[in-house]
């Protein structure tokens, strides 16, 4: 059954692939991702079903518009193809080998709601990687979704699958799902009703939004622009990726940021009141695993471990941006790279995310040296790459080698 299951998430990758290059075309420029139907972006025809075939309708079409010989751009089936490896990998890593035991001991069968949300959280991490690394930009849609969904999916599962054993020997060495007891259940509580409150000061105007006049000064920025390539007599044109790269030269993003941290000091400090409440109420290994059973309230305490994981991703990168930003004068990461970290804290825990945050420098500084190998090579220019691509690339390596990390730093793996 296993290979039956790896060729068949194979296929279901490979479709969803298909979908991601609906949403990586439609959902920046705010069009709707189910209506109209695939047609050629060139002469508008309707693709017939043997047409949008993953990965070979593409082949079999010789990468050309069967009605108006438009070529059709080779991303299709690599991200086709990329997204039925990472469903078929994923499934292959977990049930087929020993490097996350939770699940391979458990089996598909009695996890599959876990392993569905992880799937689709990295479908939507290959999603926004690329309309990152093009427009510089996260759609808050993407993480929302994967952040809806889980909230639902996980705290379900238990309910769903295991109302009434025992995952101790399954969560010993290798916890699978976001659980909170005693401190953590408190923190998660605190912090977000501080988060709640938060929103409800910036409702009513108490918390001053950041950043409300971006478009006036973009829009200020590209008049220099054009009006300095007029003196300049056309010798320096600025293009489109230069000046989404100049983007990040704000002219006061200090002052913007300190009222960012107004924000955060509600939810930071409800998170560290909840922890002190609920001081030394933590349970045992043997007591939290008990928790997962339906009986117990397992639902509360993976719901509260996914609240928990959210908050302290969006707090590491939140806490970094302004910071950083403080610190440099300039804005350092963005909003979209906050609920991105959060949506894979509320999957795979918080300890996870702060994982995930660390490991993103080394996976940037790879990628950093491939760039400047691939532009010694070709001739090339090398490309500004934003963070939310090694956030993507260093929660793949979360996910594989999480025990093998937390061993390396002498960490708990439960």
Known sequence: MNYVWLVAFFLFGANIGSFLNVVVYRLPEGKSLVKPPS????????????????IFGWLWLKGKCRYCKTSISVQYPIVELICALLWAGLYYIYYMTDLRPGFSLLGFEETWPIFITHVIMISALLAATIIDSR?????????????????????LSVVIEYPQYDMLAAMQNDQIVP???????????????????????VKIGSIPRSFTDWEEQMELFEAQQ?????????????????VQEEIFFYPHPRREVLKELMFILFPTLGLLLGMYTMA???????????????????????????????????????????????????EAMGLGDVHLLGAIGLVIGAAESALVFFVA??????????????????????????????????????????????SLLNLPAG
């Open 280 to 330: 030394g109420h933590d349970a045992t290994q043997e007591t939290a695993a008990s928790y997962i059973n339906a009986g117990n309230w397992g639902w509360w305490h993976i719901l509260c471990g996914c609240i928990a994981g959210y908050l302290v991703g969006c707090g590491v990168v939140w806490y970094t941006r302004i910071l950083g930003t403080l610190a440099f004068g300039k």
């Open 135 to 155: 427009l510089y930009i996260i759609p808050l849609q993407i993480p929302y979704f994967v952040i809806i969904w889980a909230l639902i999916a996980l705290p």
């Open 361 to 406: 420098p080394f996976i940037g500084l790879l990628a950093a040296l491939g760039m400047v190998g691939a532009s010694a090579l070709f001739k090339g220019k090398v490309k500004v790459i934003p963070y939310g691509p090694y956030l993507a690339g260093a929660t793949i390596v979360v996910m594989l080698f999480r025990n093998e990390l937390l």
């Open 226 to 242: 054009r009006a300095a390539n007029k003196q300049r007599k056309h010798k320096h044109k600025i293009e489109a990726e230069e």
């Open 39 to 54: 047609t050629c972006p060139q002469c508008n025809h309707r693709l017939a079903w043997y047409d949008n075939v993953p």
């Open 179 to 201: 659980l909170a007891t005693g401190a953590g259940v408190g923190g998660a509580v605190g912090g977000m009703a501080g988060l709640i409150l938060a929103m409800i000061f």
